[in-house]
């Protein structure tokens, strides 16, 4: 079977479906599917016409950049008729040159777009996943539900409010709500202080962290309001939790890192600044070690306003990291009863979650550390999903 995948994005681009475009490839890859993926050149990556992932995994680039999302609305009209164009012919070269069996098309259009006028020409069936709606204008948006949903075999949904939003809207039912996925293998965490010391240094993050530190992580973009706006409810709860130690020793060993940037991190800093927790806080921009930063964390915050299914929290728990999280989007399902739930901007709660877990003896901590990986493994394996996804192709 051969599959051709159709994103604006793939990893290592820096997005959320973009990795999952490039996982749920990879898997099926090594599951004996040839797959072939059209998506526009990673930014910070050389542009390169294909590249062959392994034998069965082969990207073909598109000679430019998918624009960020606060992009104008005439460069992202632009950017859509350019992916369109590129896209389809693309496409169509693929398949004169080998038999596509499937076409798998992820949002934000015209990647659909795309897989719909190919299935009407060459009567190829394909299928659809819409990770949030992010069409320019509505009547993209529109169009899309109306002519991609409608049309295809099957539509993957990532989240149940949006399942629900469209099924309301639309008056559509091929639609199925699919989770996100993640390696769990590709992340661990530090045993022994040893452990921890050694890798502090390793990412050279030694200047602020110690081992003996109980290192909370926040990881994300702060290319929009309300996310930041949710960092610094998490800043403020944090302050507050920080206030009620007495010991100032014991203080100083507690450490807040916020890992991202954006065009909104000022706000951030100006809170940071105002709250005078510099010894305490550290706003260290965009990384790229992740993973061992998630390696050497206790605990994870994300509460934000609005959230699909955010991959930062697979991550997290994949690490075996609790996380504080709002109960917005998938958050509440992924956590479940291994972790914490709190309503957006209840400052209050943040605080109460912070004083409950930190007050834990060490086996309990262990205990909801364990808690969150078992969670991950039998909800959110990629080789689950994987199959599952294989499954739909193959009938």
Request: proline fraction near 4%; charged fraction near 25%; charge should be positive.
């Amino acid at each position: 079977m051969r599959i051709l995948r159709i994103s604006t994005r793939i990893y290592p681009d820096i997005s959320g479906p973009a990795k999952q475009v490039y996982l749920l490839s990879k898997y099926c890859s090594e599951n004996n599917i040839e797959v072939r993926n059209i998506a526009c050149i990673p930014k910070n990556k050389p542009y390169v016409k294909e590249e062959k992932v392994n034998n069965n995994f082969t990207i073909y680039y598109l000679p430019f950049h998918a624009p960020g999302v606060n992009a104008g609305l005439f460069k992202l009209i632009t950017f859509f008729i350019k992916f369109l164009i590129f896209g389809m012919i693309k496409a169509f070269q693929i398949i004169r040159k080998e038999k596509i069996d499937i076409i798998h098309a992820h949002s934000p259009p015209p990647s659909g777009f795309i897989a719909y006028s190919i299935h009407k020409i060459l009567k190829i069936p394909y299928f659809y996943t819409i990770h949030g709606l992010e069409a320019p204008i509505q009547i993209l948006e529109d169009l899309d539900i109306n002519i991609t949903v409608k049309n295809s075999k099957k539509t993957f949904v990532v989240s149940r409010a949006l399942e629900n939003h469209i099924k309301t809207k639309y008056k559509l039912k091929n639609l199925l709500w699919f989770t996100n996925g993640i390696e769990i293998s590709n992340y661990f965490h530090v045993s022994t202080e040893v452990e921890k010391a050694t890798l502090i240094k390793k990412i050279k993050l030694n200047n602020y962290l110690t081992k003996e530190d109980f290192i909370i992580s926040y990881i994300g973009y702060m290319i929009f309001h309300q996310k930041v706006r949710g960092m610094i409810d998490f800043l403020n709860g944090f302050y507050n939790f920080l206030n009620k130690i007495d010991n100032e020793d014991e203080k100083r060993k507690i450490k807040l890192i916020f890992i991202g940037d954006g065009e909104y991190s000022y706000l951030l800093q100006e809170k940071l600044k105002e709250l005078q927790l510099e010894k305490n806080v550290f706003i260290l921009g965009r990384r790229s070690d992740v993973r061992e930063i998630l390696a050497i964390s206790d605990l994870l915050g994300l509460t934000s306003y609005v959230e699909g299914f955010p991959n930062v929290i697979l991550e997290a728990m994949s690490s075996n990291i609790p996380c504080i999280g709002t109960n917005v989007g998938e958050i509440k399902h992924i956590i479940g009863d291994a972790g914490y739930i709190i309503k957006p901007g209840d400052i209050q709660d943040i605080q109460n979650k912070l004083e409950d877990f930190y007050s834990l003896t060490k086996n309990g901590k262990l205990e909801l550390m364990n808690k969150s990986y078992i969670q991950i493994k039998k909800q959110f394996d990629l080789k689950t999903l994987g199959k599952k996804l294989i499954n739909f192709y193959s009938s």
